[in-house]
């Protein structure tokens, strides 16, 4: 896994999961921290990510919010779109350029 960016706009490459989320944490939540405004999570060369990657993001979007701003996932590849729209955090996460899901779409991630 590897981030790249400043503390307006990050892009996460790789894999988000167990073995990679206290490095992504730290990186995300320092980006809060320190930024204003909206921070863009990039994701487009995204491979995959676990549970514990997706709490890394949830966790960063509940900092986001307490610090006055806004976490927008950015390029979000159409398989890990399914997992939140199966999840239902599709409702909760700014998302940029989220694709139209068709009916029983969210069965089908499952």
């Known amino acids: 896994m590897r981030i790249t960016g400043d503390r ?5 490459e790789g894999r988000l999961d167990v ?5 992504a944490r730290v990186r995300l939540h320092d980006a809060v921290d320190g930024g204003e405004g909206d921070l863009i999570l990039d994701l487009k060369a995204l491979e995959s990510w676990d549970a514990t ?24 590849p159409p398989q890990l779109q399914r997992l939140l729209v199966a999840t239902k955090l599709h409702r909760i996460l700014a998302i940029e350029g989220m694709e139209p899901q068709p009916a029983g779409a969210a069965h089908a991630a499952l």
Not at 19 to 23: G, N
């Open 19 to 23: 073995r990679t989320a206290a490095d």
């Open 53 to 76: 990657g997706l709490g890394v993001i949830m966790g960063t979007h509940r900092r986001a919010g307490r610090s006055g701003r806004r976490l927008v996932l950015r390029g979000v």
């Open 8 to 12: 307006a706009e990050l892009a996460i």
